[in-house]
């Protein structure tokens, strides 16, 4: 595996381990500069790992708001 796909898994499985644990709230919005400092990466795996997650529909992509945690979920917490 490539250093960025290591970087992209390590931020999805926070993000979506951050959603089943409730720490997100529903609607609050995620930014991906801020995300990008907490990890400490460049924003672009963390544009990838909330685009995976907006598959799962598990975020909302709004182009007003960024990305928002739609809920959380039994499936989630199970996997995280």
Same mark, same amino acid.
């Given at each position: 595996?490539?250093? %960025?796909?290591?970087?992209? @898994?390590?931020?999805?499985?926070?993000?979506?381990? $951050? /959603?089943?644990? $409730?720490?997100? $709230?529903?609607?609050?919005?995620?930014?991906? %500069?801020?995300?990008?400092?907490?990890?400490?990466? @460049?924003?672009?795996?963390? #544009?990838?790992?909330?685009?995976?997650?907006?598959?799962?529909? /598990?975020? $909302?992509?709004?182009?007003?708001?960024?990305?928002?945690?739609?809920?959380?979920?039994?499936?989630? #917490?199970?996997?995280?």
């Amino acid at each position: 595996m490539r250093g %960025d796909e290591n970087t992209y @898994s390590r931020i999805y499985r926070g993000l979506r381990g $951050a /959603l089943a644990r $409730a720490e997100l $709230a529903p609607a609050a919005q995620i930014r991906v %500069d801020e995300t990008a400092r907490v990890y400490r990466v @460049s924003p672009t795996p963390v #544009r990838e790992a909330l685009a995976r997650l907006v598959g799962e529909r /598990l975020v $909302a992509s709004s182009r007003r708001h960024g990305f928002l945690p739609l809920r959380t979920c039994v499936m989630c #917490r199970r996997k995280a």
